[in-house]
Nanobody, 124 residues
Framework: QVQLVESGGGLVQAGGSLRLSCTASGRTLSNYAMAWLRQAPGKEREFVAGVTWSGQGTRYATSVMGRFTISRDNAKNTVYLQMNALKPEDTAVYYC?????????????????WGQGTQVTVSS
């Protein structure tokens, strides 16, 4: 079993920054892609960013490209999401998830383990 715990969410003004962290316990995250997904009220959960197990491969949703950066530290079993130039439309609950393989998947159904989520609210 893998337990994922997110932290770092909060309330920020538009244009501000936040850094989310996701720390795993139980089995390690090595050999699996990791991702951040988000869900806004009344909307489906959507892919935000993903990173391969080595950390060298990344993938981003078009809406966050150039503003968000995903990274990981396998020694610490931790994945990060640096969010800059935040917009009100980034407001959502952000979830960390572990994939089923080394490949970054966009579809949420390909992620086996999920954190409880952390709220990010961007005010205008």
């Amino acid at each position: 079993q893998v337990q994922l715990v997110e932290s770092g969410g909060g309330l920020v003004q538009a244009g501000g920054s936040l850094r989310l962290s996701c720390t795993a316990s139980g089995r390690t995250l090595s050999n699996y892609a990791m991702a951040w997904l988000r869900q806004a009220p009344g909307k489906e959960r959507e892919f935000v960013a993903g990173v391969t197990w080595s950390g060298q491969g990344t993938r981003y949703a078009t809406s966050v490209m150039g503003r968000f950066t995903i990274s990981r530290d396998n020694a610490k079993n931790t994945v990060y999401l640096q969010m800059n130039a935040l917009k009100p439309e980034d407001t959502a609950v952000y979830y960390c998830a572990r994939g089923r393989s080394t490949v970054i998947q966009v579809d949420a159904k390909f992620y086996s383990y999920w954190g409880q989520g952390t709220q990010v609210t961007v005010s205008s």
